[in-house]
Nanobody
Framework: QVQLIESGGGLVQAGASLRLSCAYS????????MAWFRQAPGQEREHVAR????????FYADSVSGRFTISRDGSKNMLYLQMDRLEPGDTATYYC?????????????????WGKGTQVTVSA
């Protein structure tokens, strides 16, 4: 049974940094793509960043490129999202997600397993 557990969210001021973590348990991550999504109230869930577990290739939404960094630690089955220069527009619930297969997909419907999310709030 796959389990994804996010942590690291909080309330910060604009310009601050946070690091989100996602702990994974279940089947092998070989061949997987792990991603971070976010969803603000009244808005659709959107892709933030993803990483090919084997390749290490990373992909970012334009809105976070240059400010956020996704990484993984295979020895610990952990996924991270380093968020720098946070803006009020980054306020959302952040979700960790997993799929197996192609790396070039980013729609939420393409991901099979999800965590319950962690709240990030950025004040002006």
């Amino acid at each position: 049974q796959v389990q994804l557990i996010e942590s690291g969210g909080g309330l910060v001021q604009a310009g601050a940094s946070l690091r989100l973590s996602c702990a994974y348990s279940g089947r092998s991550l070989s061949g997987s793509v792990m991603a971070w999504f976010r969803q603000a109230p009244g808005q659709e869930r959107e892709h933030v960043a993803r990483i090919g577990w084997n390749s290490g290739r990373t992909f970012y939404a334009d809105s976070v490129s240059g400010r956020f960094t996704i990484s993984r630690d295979g020895s610990k089955n952990m996924l991270y999202l380093q968020m720098d220069r946070l803006e009020p527009g980054d306020t959302a619930t952040y979700y960790c997600a997993l799929r197996y297969g192609l790396e070039n997909v980013r729609g939420p419907a393409e991901f099979d397993d999800w965590g319950k999310g962690t709240q990030v709030t950025v004040s002006a």
